[in-house]
């Protein structure tokens, strides 16, 4: 139904003018009002809508980065107490093989190695000739294994 807003009842036309159909008349002012008033109303509930969005997610956002924060300062503490054993046991572990070397330097008499050296394997101190002296310069690979 098409709402009039002028008081003519004639339809102006090519031909002969026609006796426009019945509708209600609606004054201007208030037709205005009322569509402005649906316009207010659209916009209130859409620009609440959005605001509603924008805290829901910004409520998302903040608890995962709660959860995320909570959950990795449990890892961090896990990963302390984990390097805390660990030092432990390297400590632990430097005193063992410290008391086992110095058992078996104790254990060893160098003395006793050079008498079975010389009297059972037959081994002496190298003479003058055969000491051989080399000079690294060349650019060759040499392995040193002490002084």
Wanted: aromatic letters at 10%; a positive charge; proline letters at 2%.
């Amino acid at each position: 139904m098409e709402l009039r807003t002028s008081y003519s009842d004639f339809v102006q036309g090519n031909t002969v003018r026609k006796e426009a159909p019945e509708r209600p008349y609606v004054y201007p002012e208030r037709h205005k009002k009322a569509r402005r008033k649906k316009v207010q109303i659209r916009t209130l509930s859409l620009s609440s809508f959005i605001a509603f969005s924008l805290a829901f997610a910004s409520f998302i956002l903040l608890a995962y980065m709660m959860v995320s924060y909570v959950t990795l300062r449990s890892r961090l503490g896990e990963m302390s107490g984990s390097v805390t054993s660990k030092r432990s046991q390297l400590s632990t572990m430097e005193s063992r093989n410290d008391a086992e070397y110095n058992r078996i330097m104790a254990s060893v008499d160098l003395n006793t190695v050079e008498a079975i050296a010389r009297g059972e394997l037959g081994m002496t101190y190298a003479d003058e000739g055969q000491i051989v002296f080399y000079s690294g310069e060349a650019g060759d690979y040499m392995r040193r294994y002490g002084n």
